[in-house]
C-alpha cells in the first residue's frame, strides 16, 4: 500500500519533529499498526483564541493562543492583547482523527468504532477511491470576543466562556481511552500491519 508507506513515513518525521499532539501519540501508533488502515492529519482537541479576518476565511485566520489543554483566563487575557484586525473568538474543538481504510469493510468497521467510542460526528467519505473516515465529536465551542483588536466582552464573559470551552475539551478528550480500546480490538480482529514495524523500526535507528 504505497499511500500508507508515504502516511507513515510522514507520521514518523512529524513525531521526531515535535509536531504531533503527545497525548494522541500512542492513539496514532495504534491505529497505523493495524493492517489496511492509516491515519492523515488529526488532532488531540484544542482550545485557544484565534483572529479571522473574516467569516469562514479559516486560511488566513491567526492563533493568539492555542493549546491541547485546558487554557488559563491569565494567558487568555494576555493573548487578546496582540489581536489587530479581523474578528476575534475563543475557540473549543475536540480531537478529530482522519483514518483511510483499504476496502470499504473496514472503513464501516471504523465509522462503529468511532460512533461506539462516544463520537458523535463521526462520517464516512469516499474521496478519490479511498474510503476516509472523520472520527469527530459534537463538543465544539465558538464564542466571539471582539473586532478589530477590540476586545468587545467583559472578563465575566471571558471567564465563563473559558469555563465552559475547557469543560467541553475535557469531555471529549475523556473519550480517547474508549477509542484505544476499541481500535485495540480491531487490531485483533484485522491483524497487525508489518510495514509499520519495518518503518518503525527505521525511525527508531534514526532518533
Not at 485566520?61 to 492555542?66: E, I, N, P, T
Not at 492583547?81 to 474578528?87: F, I, M, N, P, V
Request: aromatic share 8%.
Amino acid at each position: 500500500m504505497k499511500a500508507k508507506r508515504e502516511a507513515l513515513q510522514s507520521l514518523f518525521t512529524a513525531i521526531r519533529e515535535g509536531k504531533v499532539d503527545d497525548d494522541i501519540i500512542d492513539l496514532l501508533l495504534l491505529v497505523n499498526s493495524i493492517k489496511g488502515v492509516y491515519t492523515t492529519s488529526s488532532c488531540s482537541g484544542r482550545i485557544g483564541i484565534i483572529e479571522e479576518p473574516d467569516l469562514g476565511a479559516k486560511p488566513l485566520s491567526r492563533w493568539l493562543l492555542k493549546e491541547h489543554r485546558p487554557i488559563r483566563f491569565d494567558e487568555a487575557k494576555e493573548s487578546l492583547k496582540r489581536a489587530e484586525r479581523g474578528l476575534i473568538f475563543l475557540k473549543s474543538q475536540p480531537p478529530i482523527l482522519h483514518v483511510v481504510a483499504e476496502d470499504p469493510e473496514l472503513a464501516k468497521r471504523l465509522h462503529e468504532i468511532g460512533l461506539a467510542s462516544g463520537f458523535k460526528y463521526t462520517t464516512f467519505k469516499v474521496i478519490s477511491r479511498r474510503y476516509l473516515v472523520e472520527i469527530n465529536a459534537t463538543e465544539y465551542l465558538t464564542a466571539p470576543l471582539g473586532r478589530d483588536g477590540r476586545v468587545m466582552v467583559d472578563d465575566e464573559y471571558l471567564r465563563f466562556a473559558i469555563e465552559v470551552g475547557n469543560s467541553m475539551l475535557k469531555r471529549s478528550k475523556g473519550r480517547l481511552p474508549r477509542l484505544e480500546k476499541n481500535f485495540k480490538r480491531l487490531r485483533e480482529e484485522a491483524g497487525s500491519d508489518e510495514l509499520f514495524y519495518e518503518l518503525a523500526e527505521r525511525f527508531k535507528e534514526r532518533t
